[in-house]
């Protein structure tokens, strides 16, 4: 490759500050946890990063196994120039991918769990599996690039002999990949629009992916030409776009039968307009119509300003398709809208960045777009080998103090811009508790939970419940009330969870001192109870207990633990309360019978107006 020359520089210096800003704010992120660092709602779950990193981004990066299956599989020895250029995107494209899942689910700690802990059930399980293995696998396949560099002949000739069965594993997981990821959107027929959801997804999503994976080959490399002053194969790249052309046609072929069979076009022509169809009008154009019309033509497919829009429109069409599948399919029955913040959209530019500077790293420091020839049985490379000193020089590259420079700058700014965002602790709505919970019988055997009045309810065996308590505890019915009914305020034996859980999720402050001034019987008796240090719950149960051990129902109970100044959120109130006992007497947590399992309380009722609802 040649030197840096002014546009290349630029470039990669605006690489740097994002990939900077991106790692910036991730770390907001793990300290401050997904609250702080996304918009991302119970309603919404599927964010920027996981759609857009994960599930079009993986899409984007499977030109590895297409062009693997093409060269390999089907015999096509004149496509072996964009061999290693397509596994150098399929590596550092399912990299990406995997690095933004990490900073995308809960408890990234817990990222190893699904190597050992096998949920067979899982569609997610299957993805991760799938696309974990398939990474480790493009990685073997990039390994020969990086060790011909080195004097180590006879172990690059044997990567290169064992290469073949690895190749066919790799098209195979790729293949499950992406029609697990289609997969996880069944699950929702009742959530996502008509325009996106089909049973037929699976292969949408796979037909899709090898489409533009092929755009994104062309794309690149004009790309890459362009900045480091290389020709083009055009017989090569027009090659590339006509099978692009068969599977997208394949797709709109498939999705035409779904909207003939599924009585969907009243949604794209018919009275049934809505936003939505415009929106799937641009997208279904962008990702076929137009690059088809492109790569068919000769004309059109033969010359690079045309050629470079089709394959752009058939990379920002599918980068379309799956945030419309994944997050804006589902906003009308969500009721609400999401928008990525800023920080999600740096965090999401800053690993993209990451993978650009990889990659232009490999470009400009090994073989990646010819492969060097072999002498014969000797399996020595006419290449260069580096010595110990020039590798180190090669990986740590002489950009060392723009770097710094940008570090010193980059990272503060950063972190005051958007502390409210990504590095600041996540503050949620207030939402007050509206009900206490009703009757469902005229005797109140079963009660009805539902604190916000959503219809989200839970039907609470009550009666059940005391004859439970009564036969295993061996208490009295009238004692059996504090087994949930932990702690009552003042003169109360049985009060409404309501009475302290004020808020749906917000914790409540249990001790006003307001209100406690005029009970005092002193000044000092006063400044003596506001002097004790809320943060120490043995503390507080002393000062508490001296007053109320008469007129506080389960005050007791905090003798040995210590009594917290605040009351936690209804939600939290509720699943703790009931979890600790459900999940004592669990059993099988895979079926929906058993206590310990979420449908246990939460059952699911079939309504007229809607298919499926969820109580």
Known sequence: MTKDNRALSIIKDI?????????????????????ASTRMTDALPWGFWKVFNMVAGAALATSGFVVAAIIYIFQMEKYKPVARFSVLIGFLGYGSSLTALLFDIGLPHRGWHPFFMWNAHSFLFEVFWCVSIYWSITAFELLPIITERFPFPKVTHFIHEIMLPFVILGITLSTMHHSSLGSLFMASPTRLHPLWFSL??????????????????????????????????MKLMSGLAKGSAFFLGLYLIIKIFDFSINGKWNFVFGPDLTWESYLFWVEISLQTIIPLFVFIIPAFRNRTPTLLFGVSCAAIGLVM??????????????????????????????????????????????????????????HEADVEYWSRDEALTVFAGNRAKKVVATLVLVIPITWFLFQDQSTGPFKPISSPVSATVIGVDAMRTTLRIDG??????????????????????????????IKCHHLNLPKDNNS??????????????????????????????????LSLNLENPKENFK?????????????????????????????????????????????????????????????????????????
Request: net charge neutral; hydrophobic share 40%; charged share 20%.
């Open 452 to 481: 916000n009045q959503n219809g989200d309810f839970v039907d609470f065996a009550h009666q059940k419940h005391q004859n439970k308590f009564m036969k295993d505890y061996g208490l009295e019915k009238s004692d059996t009330c």
């Open 496 to 529: 409404n969870c309501r009475g302290c859980h004020l808020d749906m999720i917000l914790e409540t402050a249990l001790f006003d001192a307001e209100k406690h001034k005029s009970r005092f019987k002193s000044s000092e008796q006063l400044s003596a109870f």
């Open 15 to 35: 690489l740097w500050i994002l990939l900077i800003a991106g790692l910036t704010v991730g770390v907001g992120r793990f300290i401050f946890g997904l609250g």
């Open 200 to 233: 037929w997804i699976p292969p949408e999503f796979f037909i899709s992916a090898m489409g533009a994976g092929l755009s994104v080959i062309i794309l690149l490399m004009f790309t890459i030409s362009k900045l480091y002053r290389r020709t083009v194969n």
């Open 321 to 378: 398709h799956r945030l419309n599948t994944g997050i804006i399919g589902y906003f009308r029955t969500a009721e609400t809208i999401y928008i990525p913040n800023m920080s999600e959209l740096l965090l999401s530019g800053g690993i993209l960045a990451g993978a650009g500077l990889i990659f232009l790293l490999v470009l400009e420091r090994f073989y990646v777009f010819e492969e060097p020839e072999m002498h014969g049985d000797s």
């Open 543 to 615: 000062a508490c207990v001296a007053c109320h051990n008469e007129n506080m129902a389960g005050l007791s109970n905090y003798a040995t633990k210590g009594f917290s100044h605040s009351a936690p959120g209804f939600k939290d109130a509720m699943h703790g309360s009931c979890q600790t006992c459900h999940r004592a007497r669990q059993k099988d947590p895979t079926k929906a019978e058993d206590e310990g399992n979420c449908l246990f309380c939460h059952k699911l009722t079939v309504s007229s107006s809607q298919e499926i609802v969820s109580h």
